[in-house]
């Protein structure tokens, strides 16, 4: 089964990683995009890992894991490679309506992390549901490339052009109209 694309708006949403190693880092890494408001609880971390705390002045612990201790979160990430620890904290999510992400282990899992661009307010996530996040990788560097380096201000103007026009089908007309000439002029580029 495929997974539903959906953009999560992570303000006052607390995240908690259970894991300190290579794959908690990257996790750590893509959500930092996203937000700060992170806890980490890992009974050893990575040099790269606290170094990347430290940086962001989040919070954690050097401890292993305990029931109870998602209590409070809105999203979970378990990245470790302790598979029965990765069920038990998916179970009790539900007890605490969080969602729950068990790295490599879709059946624990919520919702999955695509590979995705942002450029500052454009993102594009991309996903195989899974069945091959290789080729996700690959399509986001085949992506990344065709996108131009004048995207952030054109978002950007178009943002002050939907905040300061009124609303209504002028308006709608006009919006649509400039970002197909930009799409254009970016195809003939």
């Not at 908690?24 to 995009?33: N, P």
């Not at 091959?132 to 978002?155: E, G, M, Q, R, W």
Request: charged residues 25%; hydrophobic residues 40%.
């Amino acid at each position: 089964m495929s997974y539903f694309p959906a953009f999560i708006k992570l303000d006052q949403q607390k995240i908690l990683i259970v894991g300190g190693g290579k794959v908690a880092y990257e996790k750590l890494e893509h959500l930092l995009d996203f937000t700060q408001d992170i806890e980490i609880i890992a009974k050893a971390y990575s040099k790269e890992m606290l170094a990347l705390i430290g940086q962001n002045k989040l919070t954690w612990e050097e401890r292993i894991y305990q029931k109870g201790d998602i209590r409070g979160f809105s999203i979970v990430i378990v990245a470790v490679d302790d598979i029965p620890l990765q069920a038990e904290i998916f179970l009790e999510s539900k007890q605490y309506n969080c969602l729950c992400n068990s790295v490599d282990s879709t059946n624990y899992c919520d919702f999955i992390f695509p590979a995705y661009i942002k450029k500052d307010d454009l993102t594009i996530a991309i996903s195989t549901s899974g069945a091959s996040p290789a080729f996700a990788k690959y399509l986001k560097s085949y992506l990344n490339a065709l996108i131009p380096s004048t995207i952030s201000d054109f978002l950007q103007e178009m943002k002050q052009l939907r905040t300061t026009l009124p609303k209504g089908k002028e308006r709608m007309l006009m919006l649509d109209k400039k970002a197909q000439d930009y799409i254009n002029t970016w195809r003939r580029s």
